[in-house]
């Protein structure tokens, strides 16, 4: 089965804003790894079980996002596991980027498990809430 496929209907129904379309790809006791979240809110969940879980997840974000587009830029299956590189524009004029890669385990024909890894480096370092490291240095921070 082309995976990939699925991971496209995915980011073009998360595009969309399409809740519902999102959780129809979803087994009912899919996983999904949000550890990006802890990004912009340390508190933040990261683990999300279940259907309901992931709905209540993306109805927020589709809530608090405003402008979104998600792209698949490179796709590469190996049997039920797909990771894909992605890019995010959010904003007005979809100027702010964001890179990263989502790793997706299927079961048949539906998602069991996803992990997001966002690319620091596509990051505004200087607005996010990180501690100073010893030895250290952001890029793009004086």
């Known amino acids: 089965m082309d995976h990939k496929k699925q991971v496209k209907a995915l980011?073009?129904?998360?595009s969309r804003g399409d809740v519902e379309a999102i959780v129809e790809l979803m087994a009912e006791d899919a996983v999904l790894l949000m550890g990006c979240l802890r990004i912009e809110?340390?508190?933040a969940k990261v683990k999300y079980k279940g259907k309901q879980e992931i709905r209540d997840l993306y109805s927020e974000q589709v809530k608090a996002r405003g402008n979104?587009?998600?792209?698949?830029?490179?796709?590469?299956?190996?049997?039920?596991m797909v990771?894909?590189?992605w890019i995010v524009k959010r904003g007005q004029d979809g100027t702010d980027v964001r890179r990263g890669v989502d790793l997706f385990q299927f079961?048949?024909?539906k998602i069991v498990r996803?992990?997001?890894?966002?690319d620091l480096?596509?990051?505004?370092?200087p607005s996010l809430p990180f501690p100073s490291l010893p030895g250290f240095r952001c890029p793009n921070s004086n």
């Open 114 to 118: 996803g992990a997001v890894y966002v």
């Open 41 to 43: 809110d340390r508190a």
């Open 11 to 14: 980011f073009a129904a998360e």
């Open 107 to 109: 079961r048949h024909d």
């Open 83 to 85: 990771a894909v590189e």
């Open 68 to 80: 979104f587009s998600i792209e698949a830029v490179n796709c590469i299956q190996e049997g039920d």
């Open 121 to 125: 480096a596509s990051l505004p370092f």
